[in-house]
């Protein structure tokens, strides 16, 4: 019984070391020939197509939001002026990564657990193992650099409509300047505030796909099993961004001092 | 030309849940062997330990040598080039057509032109009966056509060991007639070394060489056909003649009051052994061995109307013989 216990304790860390030692295998497929490029190119094209849009889309109302919420605080402050700065800030600090994350985990993650988990039950994968080909570099290793290359791309997106839904609302709903909205865009941010951005959008990217390779690789117990993999896939997704993005926050602020001014 | 696969003292088990313990067994150069037992026996578990797609507890399975259940996983890849796998659907990948799946190997692994790639993508299509169908994608097309590209696939590295995980499921009884009868003429082409796992007794009573029955978590028996078929042995006797009478129950064992119950029933007399299936051409595989000739060597009686040419018939009527 008290094995029995210590067995279910255990197994998070277990699974925690297999993703680990999972992740660790897909750094070294990295650097082996031959390099998928086809399916590389296919993958980001494909995992493009599905986030694009609905990147866009939260995009709008993600930037209209801090819009007002920023808009309305900095009003009792009286410093109207620096509305566009605060809502750059938040945009492109937070904001971006943030939007990235939800969206290559739910859309782009969801679609790789999904494939890789029906080539799982399929038995594709082991085909392909027995085909004397090794899945991870020529299935996880390409869908990892697609994700990190989307990902980066999703963050510039969400950036530029975020900063453009902010204007909008910030000049027709809540009645400012859009010359001080413009003009202040850099007493606050700075051009770290861009590379942080693109960096956390790489380290999701690679994180989200990772998983969702190992959740899909591990699917089993038929079309259940792959159901499944999608639905842990995204939490655990989820859960790891948030906390990365915390973690690279608090790195950031400690590496780069803010701006004063 | 085949070579052997030697299997010695594999143990399995998931978690606490033994599969199999201490399977020991030679599949000999270029004969066609069966493995089969009950339902959940880990027959394709074994299958896929002779991959090493599963690792055992313990034992090992050497080929020409190397050790699968220990070699490293470079050593395990370059083993993995002596195999052809044909699995349970075919397994063929989703996203090429049937051409693209069967020239998979070729592209990966050769250097060869793909005008070569072609002509001998399209003999192994031709060797199945898929010309025309090869530009289909795998979801276009019935389960029996994809087992049978699953198989150009396997033959198209030329293997020289070619493991099938139950090739008769799913298709209905002529398929599965002209499949068997497409092992046999393939192992008199290319001679390699064949394993077929699966529950079909009919298909088993004429396609092997070699019969294994795994059952109750050990190899039961292993050995000649002919030795299986006219074997007294009470489990091996109820599976290869599909009986109710004997110690495999519904749920893999009987308990002792359905047993004594049964103590007083008559086993039912053994159907006669039929012949083995001839390759199509007619010419005789090399490891195919003259009707009889083991029962006659062991002293052994067949059960009468054994390895007549018209037994071959019987073997649909088990039941009731």
Not at chain 1, 24 to 32: A, E, I, N, Q, S
Not at chain 1, 68 to 93: H, P, Y
Not at chain 1, 206 to 215: D, E, K
Not at chain 2, 142 to 171: F, H, N, Q, Y
Request: hydrophobic share 50%.
């Amino acid at each position: 019984m008290a094995s029995l216990t210590a067995t279910r304790v255990l197994a998070p860390v277990g699974t925690a070391g297999k993703l680990f030692a999972f992740a660790l295998d897909v750094l070294r497929g990295l650097f082996r020939r031959p390099f998928q490029l086809r399916e590389f190119i296919q993958q980001a094209w494909f995992i493009a197509s599905v986030t694009i849009i609905p990147t866009a889309l939260v995009a709008i109302p993600f930037g209209a939001v801090i819009a007002l919420q920023a808009g309305g605080l900095i009003k009792q402050f009286g410093a109207q002026s620096f509305t566009g700065s605060a809502s750059v800030l938040a945009v492109v600090r937070e904001a971006g990564p943030i939007a990235t994350a939800l969206l290559i985990a739910g859309a782009g993650g969801s679609a790789i657990a999904a494939d890789l988990g029906a080539r799982k039950i399929r038995e594709e994968l082991d085909a392909m193992m027995v085909l004397g080909i090794d899945p991870i570099q020529r299935l996880v290793v390409p869908r990892v650099l697609a994700c990190m290359l989307v990902a980066v791309f999703l963050n510039g997106l969400v950036s530029v409509v975020g900063v453009a839904g902010g204007y909008v609302f910030n000049v027709i709903m809540q009645g400012g300047t859009p010359g001080a909205y413009i003009a202040s865009f850099t007493a606050l941010a700075q051009l770290p505030d861009v590379w942080q951005g693109l960096a956390k959008a790489l380290v999701f990217g690679m994180i989200a796909a990772i998983v969702a390779s190992y959740m899909g690789m591990n699917a089993g117990g038929g079309p259940k099993g792959v159901g499944d993999a999608v639905n842990l896939s995204v939490v655990i997704t989820f859960l790891l961004l948030f906390l990365v993005n915390f973690v690279m926050s608090a790195i950031y602020f400690q590496l780069v001092p803010p701006k004063t001014g | 030309m085949g070579v052997d696969v030697t299997i010695e003292g594999l143990t399995k088990s998931f978690g606490k849940q033994l599969i199999w313990k201490d399977v020991t067994l030679t599949l000999p150069a270029g004969e066609i062997s069966v493995m089969l037992g009950p339902s959940g026996t880990g027959k394709s578990v074994l299958l896929k330990s002779l991959i090493g797609l599963i690792k055992p507890d313990a034992g090992s399975v050497v080929i020409e040598g190397v050790d699968i259940a220990s070699c490293s996983e470079k050593q395990l890849y370059e083993v993995r080039k002596l195999f052809g796998v044909l699995f349970q659907d075919g397994a063929m990948f989703g996203s090429m057509n049937l051409f693209d799946n069967v020239a998979f190997p070729l592209r990966e692994h050769t250097r060869k032109s793909e005008s070569e790639i072609r002509r001998i993508v399209m003999e192994k299509m031709d060797l199945v009966g898929l010309i025309g169908a090869e530009y289909k994608l795998p979801g276009e097309i019935s389960g029996g056509m994809r087992k049978r590209a699953g198989l150009a696939r396997a033959l198209v590295l030329d293997p020289e060991i070619l493991l099938i995980d139950e090739p008769d499921s799913g298709l209905d009884p002529v398929r599965t007639s002209f499949i068997n009868q497409l092992f046999v003429d393939l192992n008199a082409q290319i001679d390699a070394t064949f394993l077929i796992v699966t529950h079909d007794i009919h298909s088993v009573r004429v396609v092997p060489d070699n019969i294994g029955l795994l059952y109750h978590k050990h190899l039961a028996m292993y050995g000649p056909r002919e030795m299986l078929l006219s074997s007294d042995e009470p489990v091996v006797r109820q599976f290869l003649n599909a009986q109710t009478i004997g110690p495999i129950g519904m749920s893999e064992e009987k308990d002792a009051d359905q047993l004594a119950a049964e103590r007083d029933l008559d086993l039912p007399p053994l159907p006669p052994i039929p012949l083995q299936l001839e390759p199509s051409s007619g010419i005789p595989r090399r490891s195919q061995r003259p009707p009889g000739e083991w029962c006659r060597l062991h002293g052994v009686t067949p059960p009468p109307g054994s390895f007549r040419a018209d037994s071959a018939l019987v073997t649909t009527g088990v039941g009731g013989a």
